[in-house]
């Protein structure tokens, strides 16, 4: 069985325009092969439904930067109230902060609607999903590099943890998505008696890289939005590739020169 991992903002979306229309022969190829695409965003449940919707599927999505996982048998009630969600946790940290250390930061939290959409381009509807968090707090980290490890630090004791994404520095607690990407294969080797799961993941910025690492196959998407992500052991093996061209342009190239190989 094969499965395929994939980032959202700035890998199967494009930076600007969020559209993944330019992947749509890719995404099509993957339906009539039956290879389930697993998407795995910095997004919220709320704003990755509607996504899937469009693209048409109902797969188990990695969301919020790995913090949380849905469509599994594992996963939690966070969303359903029964349980005292980390994105509560995190805002108590966030407001208990020494105030030269707390002024900082600033994240969805602290924000309405219609910064939100200001600060990610969003249209309205869907920054007010961006807001709807159970697991993790993106924003913008404005101090200095001393501040910036201050701050980690603290996070660090409380069992948090910071990643960079493609726009926001996003705290969440101390998983990943390569992690949950391990509890979504899992997931289908039980469905599948235990057969063996070819991976492949694509993504694009720094809190994609473990995701990619631990894939059979990883695609770096280009975005010249950010900085490129450094060559790691694993690509010089071969085993992470990189697309030339950016967003959902690339990711359509690259799923197609998969197929072709053989290897998806």
Known sequence: MKLVFSDLDGTLLDHDSYSFEAARPALELLKARGIPLILASSKTEAEMRPIAEAIGIAHP?????????????TETAFSKG??????????????????????????????????????????????ALARQRHFSEPGRFTGTEAQRQAFIALLDAQ????????????????????????EVVAHYQRLNGGEIIRTVALGDAPNDLAMLEAADCGIIIANPAHKALPVTEREERGFILRSEQIGPEGWNIMIHQLVATGFL
């Open 159 to 182: 069992g948090f943890t910071a990643v960079q994404g493609g726009r926001f520095f996003t705290l969440m607690p101390k998983t990943s998505k390569a992690e949950r990407m391990a």
């Open 61 to 73: 999505m990695i969301v919020e930067n790995g913090a949380g996982v849905v469509g599994l048998d």
């Open 82 to 127: 029964n349980l005292q969600s980390p994105y509560s946790d995190l805002r108590s940290f966030l407001g208990e902060l020494p105030k030269e250390l707390g002024a900082c930061f600033e994240g969805f939290g602290d924000w309405d609607t219609a910064r939100v959409a200001s600060e990610t381009g969003l249209p309205f509807p869907a920054a």
